[in-house]
């Protein structure tokens, strides 16, 4: 590299380094702030942590983080078990109607919730599950489902043959193959797609709006939302309860980030 | 998603033939997810198409629509307004983000890989935040004269520059454009550093023999080596783009007037708010065919591009 291209390439990062970070060390000094009258900094050194406990009682914060917790704790692991279950079939096992089926799953990577949600909300209110967890838990598991059992076939897929005729050979029924060899294997692909999932119920936001409307069981990101539109502003209570729905995922990306990163690059970008 | 990627490797598994152990067994395996895919997405496909076709307030009688919904829309000035901005913020959610995720991807490749894989982290970091909690952090910065933004602006002597940023009707879709660009660059520059590094060293070689430059490299060697990404990547902001409705609703709920409304949110507003549920349903068939229109015409012309 010449010192030219050198000094770009500096250039180019800081400031995308920049644009990427200001607005997220902006918000989160204005949560710290002691006093903000109009949602600017006055003090970068005058720091507290109390506008935290104005947004949890203010912003119900512990109730929409419950629920959220809730619908995360139930969906994410039934979506990733039965995601699991199906690329291990699509992926190690041959029957008639495999290609059509899968296809199937492929043709609604293109579904999006806007194209759903509409009936989605009669039905689960026919059967008179609206406003209760179920609606949100249910429809997110049936959306993971996409994306889910392609990125787990294509998993499964890569285990070897061999390994799987010698566990037959060892009479290992097909669960016990699944359980004891095909599974650990594609553990990596599993808990990166769980990650994802994780991700995007957290974050979702349209579909948690329409189903649920009592104020106790509304998820944190359709709390926040509601905060934001009350009458009396408070910036800083407000800056603090972003800063308190980012954080469950964003913590999750610190520590995960190789799998988040390696989940969207290879396509995972949710419909 | 990108189904467009999806279809073409599942096309080509078919070809690969027949593979794995025969089992009828598969299909206990596989029934959960069908019945959860069959519920909660083919069915309700089906019944919006249905919907879309009569006259519904949501609860008493339907009466048979026709495509009178769909006229309807044709001449809806909302609606009207909605896709022109969701044209206009292609711009946001498309363009730049590409050309900076092109410009960062490829500084990226540059550094070296202790400080890459940091630095990725650091700048994918927009993109997992909920867009809710994105607009409304964004919405505080924005605050007119006493944000963030406008504070800056003073701090650094242009406070002539300050503006009701959200608040105007000509500046209201670019400041919000500004923060679709914020939230999906951060994808782009992951797929395209997947795929610089997946281009030979020997094609820079060979360019750098022919006394190409930088410019000349990145525009010869890598922007032709990630014509896949980049149509990835159209096809994904386009959607997005199209899809756009946390953002908006946050950030703006459409206003000032019509200036930010967007398709999702006249859906969301006819069948959850007028109860209008038939053409609200008219909306959202018509933004499921442009998708899968923009999923299809990308495929094929990868397809012929790995021919």
């Not at chain 1, 407000?238 to 995960?256: G, M, N, Q």
């Not at chain 2, 339907?62 to 307004?81: C, E, I, K, P, Q």
């Not at chain 2, 018509?286 to 998708?291: G, H, K, N, S």
Request: with cysteine; hydrophobic share 55%.
């Amino acid at each position: 590299m010449t010192k030219r291209e050198l000094w770009v390439t500096n250039a180019c990062l800081t400031i995308a380094v920049v644009f990427a970070l200001a607005p997220v060390v902006g918000i989160v000094l204005v949560a710290l702030q002691v006093t903000s009258p109009g949602g600017g900094i006055t003090s970068l050194t005058n720091l507290t942590l109390h506008n935290f406990s104005t947004a949890w009682a203010q912003g119900y914060m512990s109730d929409s983080l419950r629920s959220s917790a809730i619908i995360v704790a139930i969906s994410v692991p039934t979506a990733t078990l039965c995601c699991t279950l199906a690329g291990y079939a699509f992926g190690t096992m041959r029957w008639p109607g495999r290609g059509p089926l899968l296809g199937l799953f492929v043709f609604a990577l293109m579904i999006p919730i806007e194209g759903t949600l509409i009936p989605i909300y009669f039905i689960w209110r026919d059967v008179g599950i609206v406003d209760t967890y179920w609606a949100v838990i249910l429809t997110e598991v049936g959306y993971s489902m996409p994306f889910g059992v392609f990125w787990l076939s294509q998993a499964f897929r890569g285990v070897p043959r061999e390994l799987l005729e010698a566990a037959r050979i060892d009479r290992a029924s097909t669960w016990q193959t699944f359980r004891l060899v095909a599974g650990p294997m594609c553990m990596p692909a599993i808990t990166t797609l769980a990650a994802l999932q994780f991700m995007w119920v957290w974050n979702d936001f349209l579909m948690p709006l329409v189903m649920i409307s009592s104020q106790g069981r509304l998820t944190a990101t359709v709390s926040l939302s509601f905060f934001q539109g009350e009458y009396v502003v408070n910036y800083t209570a407000l800056a603090a309860a972003s800063v308190i729905v980012a954080l469950p995922v964003v913590t999750a990306y610190i520590f995960l980030q190789r799998k988040f990163i390696a989940g969207f690059a290879s396509g995972a970008v949710k419909a | 998603m990108n189904g467009e990627v999806a279809l073409a490797r599942s096309k080509r598994r078919a070809k690969a033939g027949a593979h794995g152990e025969p089992r009828l067994l598969a299909f206990a395996y596989i029934a959960p997810a069908l019945l959860a895919l069959t519920v909660v997405l083919l069915v309700p496909l089906g019944i919006t198409v249905w919907l879309s076709l009569e006259h519904w307030a949501g609860v008493g009688h339907m009466t048979w629509a026709g495509l009178a919904n769909y006229r309807v829309l044709l001449h809806d000035s909302f609606v009207n307004a909605a896709v022109k901005n969701a044209l206009r913020l292609t711009i946001f959610y498309s363009v730049f983000p590409i050309v900076i995720g092109f410009l960062i991807a490829s500084a990226l490749a540059r550094v070296n890989a202790r400080l890459r894989t940091p630095l990725r982290a650091l700048l994918f970091l927009p993109a997992t935040i909920a867009p809710v909690v994105v607009a409304v952090g964004w919405r505080l910065i924005y605050t007119p004269a006493t944000g963030l933004l406008d504070q800056v602006l003073r701090g650094i002597g242009l406070s002539s520059l300050s503006q009701d940023w959200l608040g105007s009707f000509n500046l209201a879709l670019p400041s919000t454009g500004v923060v679709a660009t914020w939230i999906e660059y951060g994808l782009v520059m992951v797929l395209f550093l997947a795929g610089i590094q997946k281009i030979p060293d020997e094609l820079y070689d060979a360019a750098r023999i022919d006394g190409a430059g930088h410019w000349a490299e990145l525009w010869h060697v890598t922007l032709p080596g990630l014509r896949n990404e980049l149509m990835v990547a159209i096809v994904v902001t386009v959607i997005a783009s199209f899809r756009n409705f946390d953002l908006v609703y946050n950030l703006t709920s459409g206003g000032p007037g019509t200036a930010t409304d967007v398709p999702v949110l006249e859906v969301y507003r006819r069948a959850f708010q007028y109860g209008d549920v038939g053409s609200g349903a008219a909306l959202g068939v018509t933004i499921v065919a442009l998708i899968a229109v923009i999923t299809l015409v990308a495929l094929a012309i990868t397809r012929r591009w790995l021919r």
